[in-house]
């Protein structure tokens, strides 16, 4: 009551000060988005706390001064904030001030339908540089992520961005993050890379994992990876092969299938010498093992599986010259003794 007001005030109780809001009525106010949207103000918080009894103020308050001294223009945030704009546009006439533009975003989600989380991956910058993405790649994938120019076009850069980018072309249903078409965009952004560019950018993933070489094998790096990459942190993986010894393969995994263990020993014996007479590991290496693989009667993948194998380590890899090219002969030959030996103590042949 007024009495109860009038006593407090006289024995200095603390107080705060509240927005006066109108019981009845209606507040209207523009979204670029959405249009314009009318609330009632019965449905409005009823006299909210503006300052505390402390002397600080609330976020509503703080967020409209703030807001107004920095003269912000545009405000874009998510729509589940939506129901405090109301009160915000209140605010900003009981000023007498000029309200900003208000632009209420969808959500973004993951693909299972839900608010995009830590759960779905990477949500922060430092991560996604972690594992590898290109700063290009993920702008212009954000750009994309409920907005769109055209229905055809999906690369922008950051100048193109700035002239076509409009708030009025924002989707108003909720969108969908998807890591796979961000790695796909990542991936297409690396192979725009020069050869140059790329060896710089996965110089230092390498020394991170542990790896340092010269310039001239970062290049020869960044040739074998870049057409088969997403990100750049599957670069040590793909070429530790380069940098150290791989286990010693099983002698079954140097055996193709359907062919006989004293034959897989004999191809890659020849294959073993024919590696050491070749003074190019280019055509020249492609030409010539192809006419082993004719003169030994088998496949040209049957003869080069076990000596990738026992090469890199792996059924799969980079392109098999260009990676001996990028170790060095003598070691690939190295550890082609190592595999030819491993495969004739099984048969029990010296």
């Given amino acids: 009551s007024d009495a109860e007001r009038r006593q407090r005030e006289t024995e200095g109780a603390p107080s705060v ?20 949207i009318t609330v009632e103000n019965a449905d409005i918080n009823p006299d909210p706390v503006l300052i505390k009894s402390d002397g600080f103020p609330t976020y509503h308050m703080a967020n409209v001064v703030d ?69 290009e790649a993920l702008l212009n994938y954000v750009a994309l992520v409920g907005w769109s120019y055209d229905d055809s076009r999906e690369f922008f850069t950051l100048a193109e961005l700035e002239k076509l980018f409009s708030l009025e072309k924002i989707n108003t249903a909720p969108a969908v993050f998807d890591y796979q078409k ?30 340092a070489g010269s310039r001239e094998l970062l290049g020869q790096i960044a040739a074998l990876v870049q057409e088969r990459i997403k990100l ?20 079954q995994d140097l055996i193709p299938k359907k062919t006989e263990p004293s034959r897989a020993l004999e ?56 990676s001996i090219r990028a170790m060095g002969v003598d070691r690939a030959r190295a550890r082609l003794a190592r595999a030819i030996s491993i495969l004739a103590a099984s048969i029990g042949r010296s």
């Avoid at 109108?22 to 249009?35: E, Y």
């Avoid at 790695?183 to 991170?208: D, H, M, Q």
């Avoid at 030994?296 to 098999?320: N, Q, Y």
Wanted: charged share 25%.
């Fill in 17 to 36: 000060i509240r927005l006066k809001v109108a019981l009845d009525g209606t507040t209207t106010f523009t979204d670029v988005l959405l249009g314009d």
């Fill in 232 to 251: 750049l942190s599957e670069v040590p993986d793909m070429v530790r092969f380069v940098f150290e010894d791989p286990a010693p393969p099983a002698a």
């Fill in 182 to 211: 961000l790695e796909w965009f990542n991936g297409s952004y690396i192979r725009k890379k020069t050869t140059v560019e790329l060896a710089c950018l996965i110089e230092p993933v390498l020394k991170e994992a542990g790896f």
């Fill in 67 to 135: 807001d107004h001294l920095m003269e912000i223009t545009h405000i874009m945030r998510a729509q589940e904030w939506l129901p405090s704009a109301p009160l915000h546009m209140i605010l900003y006439r009981a000023f007498g001030w000029e309200p900003p533009k208000l632009c209420h975003l969808p959500m973004v989600m993951g693909k299972d339908g839900q608010k995009l989380s830590k759960r779905h991956g990477a949500t922060n910058v430092r991560e996604f540089r972690r594992l590898g993405y290109l700063p």
């Fill in 267 to 322: 191809a890659l014996r020849k294959a073993d010498a024919l590696l050491g007479e070749l003074s190019d590991l280019g055509e020249e290496a492609e030409t010539r093992f192809r006419a082993l693989s004719e003169e030994l009667g088998m496949k040209l993948g049957d003869l080069l599986m076990p000596v990738r194998i026992a090469v890199t380590g792996a059924k799969v890899s980079p392109p098999l010259f260009a």
